[in-house]
Structure formats: structure tokens, C-alpha cells
């Protein structure tokens, strides 16, 4: 065995594609570029209302301290659920974005991209919905 055997590492991660070799076509990339920024968009503003509905009271809290100021509407469970699907929503976001651009980069890994925003619309719809009742 030789010893560029034994220290040569396969690097089959970020194998890109080119144009010409019948993979990903140019559309598909430049949907991935469009699509990366609008994810790392929705992930920091998931980021900012979860972290302002977290420290946010409960009007039963306020209520209850007999103190004023700003309040979340609905009850702590509701708080809770909302928070539930809203901070994951906006990790899944991040990671979206992350490969929308490993996908225009490599060619590859398109429907995972696509698979991980659909879910991070569907949980940040799910807790906007809950949250808003």
C-alpha cells in the first residue's frame, strides 16, 4: 500500500456538477439564488419576533402583578406553542438557505433545499397562525 493511499480522503460532499454533464440546469440555480436570500431573511425576522414574543408577559401575568405595559394576547399555552414552532421554523430557515447555496454552488442536494423551505414555511405559518388567535 502506498502512502498516497492511505492519507488520500474521498471529498464526495460538495462534488459539483457542471452545466454541460446533464445535471442541474441554469433555472434551477437561479431559483436556489433567489431562494437563499428570502430564507435568510424569514430566519432573522423568526429570530426577532420569537425572541420579542419570548420576553414578552402573558396579559394574565400583567393582570396578576397589577402592573401596565405591553402584553402577549393569548394565553401561556398558546405562548408556548408559538414559541415552539417558531424558533425551529427559523433554525430550519437558516439551514434552507444554507443549502439553496450549496445547491447553486454544487448542483446537488436540490430537493433537500426545497424539502427543508417548504418546512420552515409551514411551521412559521403554523405559529403566526397560533400565535394570532
Known amino acids: ?5 492511505v492519507f488520500a480522503l474521498p471529498c464526495y460532499a460538495l462534488g ?5 454533464e446533464g445535471g442541474t440546469g441554469i433555472a434551477w440555480r437561479v431559483v436556489g439564488v433567489l431562494l437563499a436570500p428570502v430564507l435568510a431573511f ?6 426577532v419576533a420569537m425572541s420579542d414574543i ?4 402573558t396579559c394574565e401575568e400583567l393582570q396578576a402583578a397589577n402592573s401596565a405595559g405591553e402584553c402577549f394576547s ?3 399555552l398558546q405562548k408556548g406553542i408559538t414559541l415552539g414552532l417558531g424558533w425551529p ?3 430550519l430557515a437558516g439551514v434552507a438557505a444554507l443549502a439553496a447555496l450549496a445547491f447553486v454552488m454544487t448542483g446537488r442536494r436540490g430537493r ?6 417548504a418546512l420552515a414555511i ?9 400565535g394570532s388567535f
Open 54 to 57: 419570548d420576553g414578552t408577559p
Open 112 to 117: 433537500l433545499a426545497l424539502w427543508l423551505a
Open 1 to 5: 500500500m502506498s502512502a498516497q493511499r
Open 89 to 91: 421554523s427559523g433554525a
Open 42 to 47: 424569514g430566519c432573522a425576522v423568526m429570530f
Open 122 to 130: 409551514v411551521l412559521g405559518g403554523l405559529s403566526i397562525l397560533i
Open 74 to 76: 393569548g394565553s401561556s
Open 16 to 20: 459539483a456538477s457542471s452545466l454541460g
